[in-house]
């Protein structure tokens, strides 16, 4: 086994010498804030995903929650989402005062189960209780079977708000994740995202309603659109507010670090694919569940997520990620089941209840990918692995 050396972390951010200008030069411009970076970088990511509209917010959580409202979500709603996410995927509901269920997943894509939502959806309609929107998450970057749920969502008259939050970049059925079958999809762009801002994040949507009203939604309610105004401007420093809404806005600043990003997209895609095939090969004869890969997907490889397998060996979850921790390999866990946590079980959830997500979080790690990692560290961070499971 490897002894303690360097500490490697399970996620890094990169940040490049032209990340840097894009930053400084948005600095000493005019424009901070709500200047023509924040639509430059909205452009350039439908240009990449094949989208007509994008809506750059201050971050993920945020396009949740205005994506929520945006499709019709309100008090008295219903709200489905995947047990093995954020918080933010259930959250987002509740902020609109909804109320939030949850599906099961499935053990070998770890996303949401396409038979147990196709299951409890004919449950909901006998009993007259269909969600309103279904949240499926792209777990790890690995996009969801969001053909067949778009074909329940037409069948049973719900939107979905997919949550690609860990796949920017990936693709479905050869087309880039964001471009289809969801009603409206959010990107995360936090620190250890494909894309990084800092904080950050996008909704993408083919229907230009939607968009116009997300975009009310990020900045109050309100807009300067002669087309989108009740009255009669009285000059120009006019102005209305349309609906109630937030300041979720973007800074320029951070757009120029996005579009920069978004720039080496595919290297960074093409990174993290060779990184998950080498753990795929250096693994394959440890007692491990490996992540499932799918000829009609392309994931983003945000996370490299394994799973002590108990079928194979005594040796716990937890003694595992422990003896990870104590040489230097910086482990995480993706994710605490939502259903499990206390705010949660005051709502009236239970352990049980979602057996498959709770089974997972009971035996997964995820282990260090980033571009940076390099071969060395990999093979150290599995030269650990194995002096622990043998």
Excluded at 202 to 216: G, H, K, S, V, Y
Aim: proline fraction near 5%; aromatic fraction near 8%.
């Amino acid at each position: 086994m490897a002894g303690s050396a360097e500490f490697i972390p399970y996620s890094c951010q990169s940040i490049s010498a032209d990340d840097i200008e894009a930053v400084q030069a948005v600095l000493t411009s005019s424009h901070l804030t709500q200047g023509p970076t924040i639509e430059e970088f909205e452009q350039a990511f439908s240009s990449r995903h094949q989208v007509k509209y994008s809506v750059a917010v201050s971050n993920a959580t945020a396009g949740l929650h205005i994506g929520c409202i945006a499709l019709g979500v309100g008090p008295g709603g219903l709200v489905w989402t995947s047990p093995n996410s954020f918080l933010a995927s259930a959250n987002c509901a509740l902020y609109c005062g909804a109320t939030v269920d949850f599906v099961d997943i499935d053990p070998l894509t770890r996303n949401m189960s396409l038979a147990a939502l196709s299951d409890k959806l004919k449950l909901a309609e006998r009993l007259g209780r269909l969600p309103q929107v279904v949240i499926p998450v792209d777990f790890s970057g690995l996009p969801c079977d969001l053909a067949e749920m778009r074909a329940l969502a037409d069948l049973y008259g719900f939107k979905i708000l997919e949550d690609a939050s860990h796949a920017t970049g990936a693709s479905y059925l050869n087309n880039p994740v964001g471009s289809q079958f969801a009603h409206a999809c959010v990107f995360s762009f936090h620190a250890v995202k494909i894309v990084t801002t800092a904080e950050g994040g996008m909704i993408t949507t083919q229907d230009r309603e939607i968009a116009m009203r997300l975009r009310l939604l990020r900045s109050h309610g309100m807009t300067r659109d002669p087309v989108q105004m009740e009255r009669t401007s009285d000059g120009p420093w006019y102005y209305e507010q349309k609906i109630l809404g937030y300041n979720y806005r973007l800074t320029d600043i951070q757009a120029a670090l996005g579009i920069s990003q978004l720039r080496r997209l595919e290297k960074t895609h093409s990174a993290r694919e060779e990184l998950a095939a080498r753990y795929n090969k250096l693994l394959v004869n440890l007692p491990l569940l490996l992540p499932a890969s799918f000829p009609d997907r392309r994931s983003s490889w945000h996370l490299y997520a394994i799973e002590i397998d108990p079928a194979q060996t005594d040796v716990a979850r937890d003694a595992v990620f422990a003896a990870l921790r104590a040489y230097g390999v910086g482990v995480n866990l993706h994710y605490i089941p939502i259903h499990t946590q206390p705010y949660f079980e005051k709502l009236g959830f239970s352990r049980g209840q979602y057996p498959n997500a709770e089974r997972y979080a009971s035996r997964a790690i995820s282990i260090p990918l980033f571009p940076g990692l390099t071969e060395a560290q990999q093979h150290r961070v599995v030269d650990v692995l194995s002096g622990v499971l043998k």
